[in-house]
């Protein structure tokens, strides 16, 4: 039988056939080659081989955390110590900044939808948070929690603007502190579709998705810190800003850089439906549709309906207008996630309207 064709990219020594992803329910049959295909194919190996220098160029290599090895772990994988029931689990999240309240909020609702049974609970700035949007944040069911912020190291050298708050992901391993044995943490831009209590079974100290680009990487090793799952011990969230300082990890990508080292050996990859990156979708739309009936969770990574230009705070009225424009980006290719996020916002504010018109009026 003729071999499954596929194009295979290349990153860090592994393969990928995501770039032509065909689900194997839907593999298609092939014939004998014909006596033209075969003659065009002796032509393009003729260019080919005219063409030599270009073919032994060097391949692009990206670095991984495998390729710079760092030792910076050493607490094990399998976690055995606690013996957990429902109320000891929780789902986190985070509001840094007064322009993600209306995604907190949706995002709560978006869970009381598939009826989780953990705690919902949001990390926020006391500093910078004001009454009104943490009002807003927790109408949909999360219990908030201050934190101090954690700097970025190096005085956030090579990083992004957008992502030097982010350092304070690493205070989820503290949180231990409030009775949590196990959680679930989600960027305040992802919406949940589908239940997924089940991951809180798992034995292993930390689970992530795999992440994906949209250059010539494709589909990586290495994993998307926008849902995580963790054991929150406050030995490992010691132990990791012990190290913070001096663990060598691309700054662009900011603390996902620094825990993709520091779980460089360790961290069980979790299916690509716990974490519907959007990116998924513009990379192999083939693989996203096939995927699409099992999405717990949906990823607004490439396009925000509820932020306006430089993260701009908006208004209802106007949060409305960026939804509707959200829809029709990029020619309309991520219009239905958009208005599935909208929906499930004006949901939101039906079901919680009295307590968000006493957020919006201060009392």
């Given at each position: ?34 006596l033209l295909t075969l003659t065009l194919g002796l032509l393009v190996a003729i260019f080919a081989v005219a063409n030599m220098v270009s073919l032994f160029r060097p391949v692009q290599s990206w670095p991984s ?250 208004d209802w009225e106007t949060l409305d207008e960026r939804i509707a424009e959200a829809a029709t980006s990029d020619g309309g290719f991520f219009r239905d996630e958009m208005e599935l996020w909208g929906k499930t ?19």
């Amino acid at each position: 039988m003729p071999p499954f064709p596929s194009e295979m990219s290349y990153f860090n020594g592994y393969f990928s056939r995501h770039d032509q992803y065909l689900p194997l329910h839907k593999r298609p049959t092939f014939s004998r080659p014909s006596l033209l295909t075969l003659t065009l194919g002796l032509l393009v190996a003729i260019f080919a081989v005219a063409n030599m220098v270009s073919l032994f160029r060097p391949v692009q290599s990206w670095p991984s955390p495998f390729d710079d090895y760092q030792a910076l772990n050493t607490f094990p994988i399998i976690n055995q110590s606690s013996n957990t029931s429902l109320q000891n689990h929780a789902i986190v999240t985070t509001l840094y900044s007064d322009s993600y309240a209306a995604a907190v909020a949706t995002l709560g609702h978006s869970l009381r939808k598939a009826n989780t049974n953990a705690r919902l609970v949001v990390l926020y700035f006391p500093d910078r948070i004001s009454p009104a949007a943490l009002c807003v944040a927790t109408s949909s069911g999360f219990e908030s929690h201050p934190i101090s912020r954690i700097p970025p190291p190096h005085n956030s050298a090579g990083m992004d603007p957008h992502f030097i708050d982010q350092f304070t992901k690493l205070a989820l391993w503290s949180l231990d502190s409030l009775s949590i044995d196990s959680l679930i943490y989600m960027d305040a831009d992802t919406l949940v579709l589908r239940n997924f209590d089940e991951i809180f079974s798992l034995p292993f100290s930390f689970a992530a998705v795999p992440d994906v680009f949209l250059d010539d990487r494709g589909f990586v090793i290495t994993f998307n810190a926008g849902v995580l799952f963790l054991k929150p011990d406050t030995e490992i969230f010691h132990a990791m800003i012990d190290v913070l300082p001096v663990a060598r990890f691309p700054p662009e990508y900011a603390e996902q850089a620094f825990l993709n080292q520091f779980f460089a050996p360790s961290a069980v990859r979790l299916p690509y439906v716990y974490n519907g990156n959007l990116a998924y979708k513009k990379r192999a739309p083939k693989l996203w549709e096939d995927i699409r009936g099992e999405l717990r969770v949906i990823h607004y990574t490439i396009e925000k309906p509820f932020l306006g230009s430089h993260f701009k705070l908006l208004d209802w009225e106007t949060l409305d207008e960026r939804i509707a424009e959200a829809a029709t980006s990029d020619g309309g290719f991520f219009r239905d996630e958009m208005e599935l996020w909208g929906k499930t916002w004006q949901e939101a504010r039906m079901e919680y309207a009295e307590k968000l018109d006493r957020c919006r009026r201060g009392r």
